[in-house]
């Protein structure tokens, strides 16, 4: 995936909404249950469709409808409406 340097990012740059949207794609892709062993090998088949799924869905409108789910649900829970967030 890359570091927020190679992406031109400065650090800082993201909103904790922004972290949580993409961290949720990260997750729904597979990705956190990775095997070492899948990522020590970046060519192996499961984990290359984990990553292809993870960057299909950052690049498209899934991110974005994503990081609106996350704001509403941070705006409720912010005003004392907290929202469960499905996993």
């Known amino acids: 995936v890359g570091t927020q340097a190679s992406a031109g990012l400065t650090t800082g740059t993201l909103s904790r909404a922004e972290v ?3 961290l949720n794609l990260w997750r729904r892709a597979g990705l956190e ?3 070492l062993a899948d990522t020590a090998q970046s060519n192996a088949p499961v984990y290359a469709q984990q990553v292809a799924a993870y960057q299909r869905a950052r690049q498209s409108g899934v991110y974005t409808a994503e990081l609106q789910r996350v704001q509403g649900a941070t705006g409720s829970a ?3 409406h907290a ?3 499905a996993q």
């Open 20 to 22: 949580q949207a993409d």
């Open 33 to 35: 249950t990775a095997s």
């Open 78 to 80: 912010a005003a004392g």
């Open 83 to 85: 929202t469960p967030v």
